[in-house]
């Protein structure tokens, strides 16, 4: 007889236990947002097609924002808050002559805090976008075509920010 038996561990990395943080509940602030961009195969760092860096970084920061709101959990001013610490690794990756775009190559690090104190953490290695199931053929075509380019990495961010706000939403007991 054969047994398998699969152990599910949590994302998350409480540092303080009981964690104070609440599933779906507690409110945040973006305190950091960091995003170190790197250009794969093919990238010319002298082209001016492509978003900058210190773009890149308040896409990601204005996107994760907007859904930390839309999730309810992004804290107001009045609000008692528990600061978040975001550090993306954004690998910009190009088709062949490097004017169009492949799916970027992405891992991110969070951190939450309340003052100086670190409350949780949670990472997600090497991963890339994917879209829902018809959107992702449009967009593998549209790759394919070579047509993917600086006004659709964006998206790509975009898609990016709400994993990351998922996984936020989710983190407490």
């Not at 997600?124 to 047509?147: C, H, P, R, W």
Request: glycine letters at 6%; charged letters at 25%.
């Amino acid at each position: 007889m054969l047994l398998i038996s699969a152990c599910a561990s949590s994302p998350y990395t409480y540092h303080v236990e009981p964690t104070p943080l609440k599933k779906q509940e507690t409110k945040y602030s973006l305190a950091e947002v960091n995003v170190n961009l790197s250009l794969g195969h093919g990238g010319d760092a002298s082209s001016e097609q492509f978003a900058t860096q210190a773009e890149v970084q308040e896409m990601f920061r204005k996107t994760l924002e907007s859904d930390l709101k839309d999730e309810g959990i992004l804290a107001s001013e009045s609000e008692g808050r528990v600061d978040l610490i975001i550090d993306i690794d954004y690998v910009r990756t190009f088709n062949h002559g490097g004017e169009s775009l492949n799916k970027p190559q992405v891992s991110h690090n969070v951190t939450i805090l309340s003052g100086s104190e670190k409350l949780a953490s949670f990472s997600q290695g090497q991963y890339t976008t994917k879209y829902g199931y018809l959107e992702d053929i449009a967009v593998n075509m549209e790759i394919t075509a070579f047509s993917w380019d600086e006004e659709d990495e964006p998206k790509d961010i975009g898609l990016v920010s709400k994993l990351i706000v998922k996984d936020i939403t989710n983190v407490g007991k």
